[in-house]
């Protein structure tokens, strides 16, 4: 068993296997298959649009904004890892994770960036977000470090519990055989996943290189610490105890059967299955035990309710979409029933200029008008893209993101309001963005107890199949 540590918290002895082991991986033969830049180009494939769907036409294959993200992301890790203990001889080593959700980790892990000379440095990123810059995970520019954690927190809130649904809010959109890539992508991977890609990324490189752009990002050593914390957060999901949401486990034979090929730590192509990836202890590694300062970071409730009438002035939704968003824009939008529902927001056919970072959040009956403050019951959640380069040319579209309304209802004290007022905050400069609808619908989610039974049964013939592969 592995155990992966936090990068705030190793010892010196780990920072040097790891930067040995790095070093011999960037040393290994160009056509290697486990040489270090051989290993990038397999994340800038299957996030690039490198390969077509078998049998599909021109049909590509797509591991973002999907139902495919970390199941994808788990194995990449899986088999970098196993390559980097490999080349120094200790099996037990383990990826360390940056544990940006914690306010002890909001900053670069000190080890990539210290010395110039270690293979874990990359001169591309961005310089004025070194240590001691405080991540943004909300994107605010704020310089306010205290706001910046508590922004922080509040998201990780957000993302990992207040705003999610069911199982596909968190892992992203159902994407099958014969249908279009980027369905929509779930909560992490919206949300501060891209964030910090694009919050390490080089604003002087042609693109935000190399973290900041998908086809680059794998050059960064940076980029598998930073994945090891996104795949950690799967794992907490998973473990985190939530009635609203009893049966997390997805089931779809679409979705268990999919496949990807790695090569492992001795060059030899694998193909493995998404099936395999539920329990990361059965794949042999774990992570150390943090404290989760966010689990209970729910934003305070609103001092008084708002009124909708002191933002009457606000147009309904249906006169305004398909929206372009170049601009903060506030409108109103019909709720199911009055007051207090279990509601879902979802916002529709989302397409954006693949070539820039893309991000936008959704306030609620947000009265004060101050961007720059996340930690408040009105805020919501956000869509952030980052910059690739898709096949159809300067345009990727984005089904959906759906966002849970009812913990919000409960904050703002919704009253016996039949609409709500939204409030959408774009975080680049200039257009990019245009939102094809917006609505309210009722959270058909309800506790399966068959389907749950299922998924029990699934994960027996799983835990066979995943011991057989690691033997």
Known sequence: MKIRPSAHRVSAEYMYKYNLATDRMKRLPADDPRNFMQQANVHCAYCNAAYDQPGQGALQIQIHKCWLFFPFHRWYLYFYERILGKLIG??????????????????????????????????????KHLPPAVVDLGKTDST???????????????????????????????????????????????????????????????????????????????FYC???????????????????????????????????????????????????????????????????????????????????????????????????????????????????????????????????????????????????ELDKASYLGSYAQLPHKPRSGTTSTSSRIRLRLTDLYDDIDIGDDDAIVVTLVPRQQGPGVTIGGIKIIENPTKPNPTAAAAADADTTTTTTTMIRFII
């Open 90 to 127: 200790d099996p037990t080593f383990a990826l360390p994770f940056w544990n940006w959700d914690h306010p002890r980790g909001m900053t670069m892990p000190p080890m990539f960036v210290e010395d110039p000379r270690s293979a874990l440095y990359d001169r591309k990123r961005n310089q």
């Open 144 to 222: 306010d470090t205290l706001q910046l954690v508590s922004n922080n927190l509040t998201i990780m809130h957000n993302e990992m519990i207040r705003c999610i649904s069911d199982p596909l809010d968190f892992m992203g959109a159902r994407y099958c055989e014969g249908s279009e890539a980027n369905p929509g992508e779930g909560s992490v991977e919206s949300g501060s996943h891209t964030v910090i890609h694009s919050w390490v990324g080089d604003p002087e490189q042609p693109t935000s290189e190399d973290l900041g752009n998908f086809y680059s990002a794998a050059r960064d050593p940076l």
């Open 226 to 372: 930073h994945h090891a914390n996104v795949d950690r957060m799967w794992y907490l999901w998973q473990r985190l105890p939530n009635n609203k949401l009893p049966n997390k486990r997805i089931t779809d034979p679409d979705y268990l059967n999919a496949s990807f090929l790695f090569y492992d730590e001795n060059a030899q192509l694998v193909k493995v299955y998404v099936r395999d990836t539920f329990d990361n202890r059965r794949m042999g590694f774990d992570y150390e035990r943090i404290d989760l300062p966010w689990v209970d970071y729910r934003p305070p409730p609103q001092a008084a309710r708002t009124k909708i009438n002191k933002v009457v002035d606000a147009p309904n939704a249906k006169t305004l979409f398909p929206l372009k968003l170049d601009g903060v824009v506030r409108f109103q939008v019909d709720k199911t029933k009055k007051g207090k529902a279990d509601e879902i927001l979802v916002l529709e056919n989302i397409t954006v200029d693949a070539s820039k970072m893309i991000k936008f959040d959704v306030f609620v009956n947000d009265e004060d008008d101050n961007p720059s």
